[in-house]
C-alpha cells in the first residue's frame, strides 16, 4: 500500500472544490431547483434555484419540515405516502405536487 501524499491529497480537494464551485455557478444562473434530504440524519440541502421556486431566501434554512408546511393540503398526505414508499424501496420520490409560498401564491 502507498503511504499518503499530502501534495496530491490537497490538489484533490482544490479540484474538488474548484468543480463544486463551478456547479453552484452554473446551477445559481438557472431556474433549476435541486434537493437532497438525508433520511437517517434529516439534513437537507437546497440549491438556491430550490429556494427561489419556494418563495424563500437561501439563508440556510433548508429542511424537510420547512418544505412540507409549503405543501399544498390537498396534497400532503398523498406526497408524504409517496415518500414512505419511496424511502422503504431506497429509490427515488417520484411525485407532483403543489407549493403553497409565504404570501400565498400558488405554485
Given amino acids: 500500500m502507498n503511504a499518503p501524499?499530502?501534495?496530491?491529497?490537497?490538489l484533490t480537494r482544490e479540484l474538488l472544490l474548484e468543480n463544486e464551485a463551478r456547479l453552484h455557478?452554473?446551477?445559481?444562473?438557472?431556474?433549476?431547483?435541486?434537493f437532497e434530504w438525508d433520511v437517517a440524519t434529516n439534513k437537507s440541502r437546497w440549491s438556491t434555484g430550490f429556494y427561489r421556486m419556494h418563495g424563500l431566501e437561501p439563508n440556510g434554512t433548508a429542511s424537510y419540515e420547512v418544505w412540507r408546511s409549503q405543501l399544498h393540503p390537498d396534497d400532503q398526505?398523498?406526497?408524504e405516502a409517496?415518500?414512505?414508499?419511496?424511502?422503504?424501496?431506497t429509490d427515488t420520490v417520484k411525485t407532483d405536487y403543489r407549493i403553497v409560498h409565504p404570501d400565498g401564491e400558488l405554485r
Fill in 77 to 79: 398526505d398523498r406526497v
Fill in 5 to 10: 501524499n499530502p501534495a496530491e491529497d490537497h
Fill in 82 to 89: 409517496d415518500i414512505k414508499r419511496a424511502v422503504e424501496k
Fill in 25 to 34: 455557478l452554473h446551477l445559481d444562473g438557472t431556474n433549476v431547483g435541486l
